[in-house]
């Protein structure tokens, strides 16, 4: 009993800390820094974050990709659009972790 539970919370532990390791790996590039800016005022659609650099919107979505894969976004179908809006949990957890560090 007690090697199933090692093993669940390990196994639990890993899981986090992939999603964090995604987190910061998304959080590491500026152009997704300032896509998640630009999202903290209004959800978006994919065409409306590229107005706002001189890049492809294939870059665009590729970065997109990367934030929703991460948890730092979410994204929903409206109509031919997808509006893409910002998630605190994850930010959330990383500040919570980040803190708990900090703190000791």
Request: charge should be neutral.
């Amino acid at each position: 009993m007690f090697v199933k539970l090692k093993i669940y919370f390990d196994i639990c532990r890993n899981i986090k800390t992939t999603q964090f390791e995604q987190s910061f790996k998304a959080l590491n590039d500026p152009i997704r820094r300032d896509i998640l800016d630009l999202l903290k005022d209004k959800d978006m659609s994919a065409g409306d974050i590229a107005d706002h650099f001189n890049i492809g919107k294939p870059t665009i979505s590729h970065h997109l990709d990367l934030l929703r894969q991460a948890g730092l976004v979410t994204s929903e179908k409206q109509g031919q659009f997808i509006i893409y809006s910002i998630s605190a949990t994850v930010l959330d957890e990383m500040l919570q972790w980040i803190y708990q560090i900090k703190s000791k």
